[in-house]
């Protein structure tokens, strides 16, 4: 019996750890649902809705895909299209391309077999769609060496594709190449170890040796690092930086190069490359830029290269010789504080970075310095280690600035299979001069159809009040582009653009404090290129061509694009009287614009903290400003204050008794709000019965999973990071109209399916931008019921080396701002609440969660923030759009969510920023929607207070975290943070109301749980360790009562017989002992 | 005492790594990252029941001949299982409470796995010691669970009370 009481006490003891551990099991897989849903394919809740008389009503956003198999048609068909105008021909020499179509070819190079297909991290690519290169050039006919081949195969045979650590399904890379340090390339020798006759059967694949170099990119990690600094041990490249050329990668070419009449190379990279080395070997005949094409981007490389589709990609980033010597790079990578360690860790001040570069960064540095050299204002004397020798590696004794030695290929650069005239026919300035009417005819010239982006360019005068005031301007900015359609031979096309000025006024921090256009000559110049509009305004100021023209000489490639007649590409347009202060000095909300960023607090400006500190790059004397690194600065003072992310004190004891929250006498609910304006009277009836606790739940966990209000009938909701498509979920999981897909379980597959975000910048397609935001956002949206997507991914390329850059569309506010403007319209005809990225300023990766970025208001205003203005205000329609009533009628309605950076802006956490978040993005940009932060939580690195103070309406992540007022308590007693809340309210639910937050929610809709596999298992996990318990103790207490019993009969049976008898304690010892002792 | 020890170990070493977990939650609960976080006053309490389960358990031990009842010697034993389950139930449910309370630690780290602060590091791995403190508790007391559990001393008294010869 002992033995029995002992074994029901240890199952009671294990069913006791069981059942704990089923219950941490439970709660922890209930509360990251969404999460594990993604990482197992499963649904575990549903939004059920009846149906009403009202369906229309109640389904305000409509789905396109009814099956899973039309939505996998449908994102495939996309991206399809899209991949077939990212390419950019940078190199045509001699007509090496288009290839026939059943070319044999050869394929080197390590990315040849396993090309970068999308991000590494943040909306990468889906392996489970991707179609390998290899295959997608096969299945469009071209025949592969087959020896050169297996060489690759067999060095990744074992290999597989990387599954992340949490969703996002499969990343279609070998982790084995993926690193930022090193190209991995396979040497010749590996190659023969590999496979000894991979070069034996060149001669019967040799239409052309088809070459492919790559970079990966993505979220995560430090990214590039330019310089010895950045290599791998044993990497040795071409300028001495990872971006250009390994030895391998250069002796593969080379192998290329010697057994090939045709070489083509494809780069395979979003980060610019240095390759001008390519650019000038007269034995490469054609270089292609592919970027990330995405899953089933290689058709359309494929087509590319055969001639199915001609060519109308642009570079969207200037590629220069060595990126490392743009003068942002002077201030890049981990600078820290002197006195970092003063500080909490909490806070996370690590370092900071002086953006000394002002507005000169990509093609704005180049194109000016080389206009102001050939217009004889200077800039042509340059010190050791700023700028590039003639072979791209840095200089390293005084010398000339040559723009040759600087710029490979310029923005805007692209060639096509065709020639295009175009012809600036006029632009007329309307009265206001807050816009203009340029008219542009494109003739195709040549002899196959094709397309071409329209690049409209603009140079305003650069005049003594400029220089006076530190006020910086760039010798030719694109205020705007249009793509035609495809012309056949010898067909035109006329396109009027209705042109926003305020992209070419100037932020005069100085005097003025408010946007100005400076009295003088304008020219709006046309170009194949940022360097060919130059050119032209050049030409047309009277500087002699020969001066001027430096890329096209040098350039035989550039044969394929038309040369531009300076009469037909330029229009000047002359402004008298004095600087005009006026004309932009009120938003278009109607908020005057004046200094926000110069000074006080809020101040992105290191110098309104320590004065004099930066000096910033000007064209009044490009050697004497150039860039120096900032180091061993110290934070004091008001600085170290604000740096500490915790500067406005709570209050505690405030009156704040009329404040409402919980009211329970309405009967209003959010159902009754959807579509509502903002000004709708009923916002505040609605907000009032809100509970506190409600809101600051529902701002804490702003996660995958978003929390309802019940007071209001606002359902929970799910999102998903963008900008690519869903993140973490499949089309298996897909719905239409709350119907589960019911061929879902055919389609693992995700929805991140399309090229690159910079490759749809590269398209210079606004159409195609606003498709792209349909599709893979508002189709994910709805057919995954994600009503938030986080994205468009808008941070502006300040370099090259920053590898988040992938996210992001380009260098320029205009083509990045237009761009994104289109897919945020795109994404909100479907409902997506977008989240559009992150503002502001997330220039690298390393120490992004802290660093501290600091720049002039001039460079802020008139790149990072111009950029993002474009969608939050719906700018940037494309003509087609104006012209067709038809088209989308709510275009133009701005950006209703907003998704702030881990880096700081100026002091302060971005949130926290009051300048940035309430006086330029909701004052002056009109902003009312839904502000929540990147993964924060609510810690100190959000600065919560703050943040809320400052509109911020929900911080992504799992809670409070080193934060104690998050509470009723906490909170209740000051009351600019309760008004602020109820502010914050009417933000956050406006927005969910106008998105398909509540597509099919009406009086009858409710959420329910579905039973999916992992909650089975811990439920029967619970069930099993229950009755473990249970019987452990029933066991227990069972034997022990035996044991009583025998004990009482064994005493019976001692007073009977006085023999030998056992006690039977549970104790077995004591019973020998007993016995013993009988 | 030697025997004492030999017999009492698993709880007296249950006892203190229980001792040592609660000491790292209220430690890592109350500085570094989670300085200012609501305290996980289950996870304390119920170790510091458990302690105290413990070291009722093992005084029992000590002291059992005195409340050993004549004709009902599973008194004792009842009184010092019922302490140990007590103990071991309390132990898992302090685990459990500490593993869901810091769950968006882990989260944090896991899901966004860059940049974070080192004190966030600090309190992530201050928290596994503590559950690694929970976890040998808890196997230690599940195995004296399945054992015997009279000592010595304790035996010789029952049994001399207890055995019907001495009757």
Same mark, same amino acid.
């Given at each position: ?114 090309? =970068?297909? +999308?991000?590494?991290? &943040?909306?990468?690519? @889906? $392996? #489970?769609?991707?179609? *390998?290169?290899?295959? %997608? ?74 070459? =492919?170099? +790559?970079?990966?990119? &993505?979220?995560?990690? @430090? $990214? #590039?690092?330019?310089? *010895?600094?950045?290599? %791998? ?94 003068? %942002? ?750 | ?167």
């Amino acid at each position: 019996m002992a033995s029995h009481s002992r074994i029901w006490r240890g199952i009671t003891a294990i069913g006791a750890l069981l059942l704990s551990l089923a219950m941490v099991a439970a709660v922890t897989l209930e509360m990251y649902r969404t999460s594990v849903d993604a990482a197992l394919g499963t649904r575990s809740q549903r939004t059920v809705t009846q149906s009403t008389k009202n369906d229309k009503d109640t389904w305000n956003y409509q789905s396109s895909f009814k099956t899973a198999k039309e939505a996998y048609d449908g994102f495939k068909n996309f991206a399809l299209k899209e991949g077939e105008e990212t390419n950019v021909l940078l190199k045509n020499d001699n007509q090496a391309l288009p290839l026939s179509k059943n070319a044999k070819i050869t394929m080197f190079g390590v990315r040849s077999y396993a090309p =970068v297909y +999308g991000s590494s991290g &943040g909306s990468i690519a @889906d $392996g #489970y769609s991707t179609v *390998q290169i290899t295959e %997608a050039f096969k299945e469009k006919g071209f025949q592969i060496n087959p020896s050169m081949l297996s060489a690759y195969e067999s060095y990744f045979k074992g290999q597989k594709w990387t599954k992340p650590k949490f969703g996002s399904g499969l990343i279609p890379e070998y982790e084995s190449i993926t690193s930022y340090n090193n190209p991995h390339e396979l040497s010749l020798n590996e190659l023969k170890r590999l496979n000894p006759n991979y070069a034996s059967e060149y001669k019967d694949y040799n239409d052309a040796a088809v070459v =492919v170099v +790559g970079r990966p990119a &993505g979220e995560n990690g @430090d $990214g #590039y690092t330019p310089g *010895q600094a950045g290599l %791998a041990d044993g990497v040795h490249t071409v300028t001495g930086n990872i971006l250009s050329l390994s030895d391998e990668e250069m002796a593969i070419i080379h192998e290329a190069e010697a057994n090939f009449k045709k070489v083509i190379v494809l780069v395979n990279s979003t980060n610019p490359m240095e390759i001008a080395n390519l650019q000038d070997d007269a034995n490469i005949d054609a270089i292609m830029w592919i970027g990330f094409p995405g899953a089933y981007g290689f058709y359309g490389v494929a087509d590319t290269l055969n001639g199915t589709v001609n060519p109308s990609g642009a570079l969207g980033d200037v590629f220069a010789k060595n990126s490392a010597l743009a003068p %942002a790079m002077a201030n890049y990578g981990n600078i820290p504080w002197k006195n970092a360690h003063d500080f909490s860790e909490d806070a996370a001040v690590n370092s900071y970075l002086i953006q000394a570069e002002g507005i000169y960064t990509g093609y704005r540095y180049y194109e000016t310095r080389y206009a102001d050299i050939v217009s004889g204002r200077g800039g042509a004397q340059a010190s050791a280690g700023t700028y590039a020798a003639a072979d791209g590696t840095v200089a390293t004794s005084d010398g000339t600035w040559d723009y040759n030695n600087e710029v490979t290929y310029p923005f805007g650069y692209g060639l096509s299979y065709t020639t295009f005239e175009r012809k600036l026919n006029s632009v007329q300035v309307n009265g206001d001069k807050k816009s203009a009417t340029a008219s542009v005819t494109v003739t195709n010239t040549g002899k196959v159809a094709g397309k071409t982006p329209i690049q409209l360019y603009a140079s305003a005068p650069y005049t003594q009040y400029d220089r006076d005031n530190g006020v910086e301007k760039s010798a030719i900015e694109l205020i705007d582009f249009e793509k035609t359609d495809i012309l056949q031979p010898g067909e035109s096309q006329t396109i009027e653009m209705k042109v926003d000025l305020s992209v070419l006024a100037s932020y005069d921090a100085k005097t003025a404090k408010t946007f100005i256009m400076d009295p003088g000559r304008y020219y709006f110049s046309l170009g194949d290129n940022v360097h060919e509009a130059l050119n032209n305004v050049l030409s047309a100021q009277g500087i002699q061509p020969e001066m001027t023209d430096t890329v096209t000489n040098n350039q035989s490639s550039r044969t394929a694009n038309s040369q531009s007649v300076v009469d037909d590409t330029v229009q000047q347009w002359d402004v008298d009287g004095d600087v005009d202060s006026v004309t932009f000095a009120v938003s278009k909300s109607g908020q005057k614009i004046t200094n926000k960023l110069s000074e006080g607090d809020y101040a992105t400006d290191f110098n309104a903290f320590q004065p004099g500190t930066v000096t910033y790059l000007s064209r009044s004397n490009w050697e004497g400003t150039y860039p120096h690194t900032y180091e061993g600065l110290e934070a004091t003072g008001r600085l170290a204050e604000l740096l500490g992310n915790d500067f406005i004190k709570l209050k505690k004891n405030e009156d704040t008794s009329d404040i409402k929250f919980g009211d329970k006498s309405s009967s209003l609910t959010i159902n009754d709000m959807k579509g509502a304006s903002y000004d709708d009277e009923r916002w505040g009836e609605l907000i009032d019965k809100v509970t506190l606790q409600e809101y600051l739940d529902f701002a804490a966990n702003a996660f995958h999973a978003i929390g309802g209000m019940p007071s209001i009938g606002l359902p929970d909701m799910t999102s998903d990071d963008g900008p690519g498509g869903s993140d973490s979920h499949l089309l298996s999981e897909g719905q239409y109209q709350g119907t589960p897909y019911a061929d879902g379980e055919k389609y693992n597959k995700a929805t991140r399916v399309a090229p690159s975000p910079v490759n749809l910048a590269y398209t210079w397609n606004k159409e195609l931008a606003y498709e792209n935001g349909q599709i893979l956002m508002g189709e994910s949206t709805l057919v995954l019921n994600l009503p938030i997507m986080i994205g468009p991914a808008m941070n502006l390329h300040r370099h090259a080396y920053n590898s988040r850059g992938v996210e992001y569309y380009s260098e320029d506010p205009v083509l990045s701002g237009y761009t994104g403007s289109a897919v945020v319209q795109g994404a909100q005809s479907k409902g997506t609440l977008v989240n559009v990225k992150h503002l502001a300023f997330n220039d690298q990766e390393i120490n992004r969660s802290g660093i501290a970025v600091f720049m002039n208001e001039q460079k802020a205003r008139e790149l990072e923030l111009r950029n993002f203005q474009q969608a939050f205000e719906g700018n940037g329609q494309p003509a087609s759009f104006s012209q067709d009533k038809n088209k989308d009628k709510r275009y133009g309605e701005g950006a209703r969510g907003v998704m702030t950076s881990y880096n700081r802006i100026g002091a302060v956490a971005p949130s926290a920023n009051r300048s940035v978040m309430v006086d330029i993005l909701r004052d002056e940009w009109g902003f009312k929607g839904y502000n929540v932060t990147d993964f924060t939580s609510i810690s100190l690195k959000a600065a919560p207070k703050e943040s809320t103070l400052a509109g911020t309406v929900a911080f992504c992540g799992f809670g409070p975290q080193g934060i104690d007022y998050w509470t009723v308590e906490g909170l209740s007693g000051d009351r600019d943070m309760l008004l602020a809340i109820k502010q914050n309210l009417h933000y956050a639910l406006y927005a969910l109301a106008n998105s398909a937050a509540l597509n099919g929610v009406n009086s009858s809709t409710h959420t329910v749980n579905v039973m999916t596999s992992w909650r089975i298992g811990y439920i029967v996990a619970l069930v099993v360790a229950g009755a473990m318990v249970l019987a452990g103790l029933a066991g227990y207490i069972i034997s022990i009562m035996r044991a009583r019993k025998g004990i009482i009969r064994g005493v019976k049976s001692h007073e009977t017989s006085a023999g030998e008898s056992i006690v039977e304690d549970h104790n077995d010892n004591s019973s020998v002992t007993s016995k013993e002792r009988n | 005492m030697a025997t004492f020890m030999k017999k009492s170990w698993r709880e007296i070493i249950a006892a203190v790594a229980t001792l040592a977990a609660l000491i790292i939650v209220i430690v890592s609960g109350t500085t570094g990252f989670l300085a200012g976080n609501a305290i996980n006053y289950p996870a304390i309490g119920l170790s510091i029941l458990a302690v105290v389960a413990l070291t009722a358990d093992v005084a029992l031990m000590i002291r059992g001949n005195k409340i050993a009842v004549e004709g009902m010697p599973s008194l004792r034993s009842i009184i010092s299982d019922g302490l140990l389950i007590v103990s071991i139930a309390s132990i898992c449910a302090a685990l459990a409470f500490l593993l869901v309370r810091r769950m968006p630690l882990v989260a944090d780290i896991y899901f966004i796995p860059v940049n974070h602060p080192a004190a966030e590091d600090v309190a992530m791995n201050m928290t596994i010691a503590a559950l690694v403190g929970y976890v040998i508790a808890v196997l230690l007391l599940i195995v004296e669970s399945f054992m015997s559990r009279t000592s010595m001393s304790v035996k010789h008294d029952e049994a001399v009370q207890d055995s019907p010869a001495k009757k």
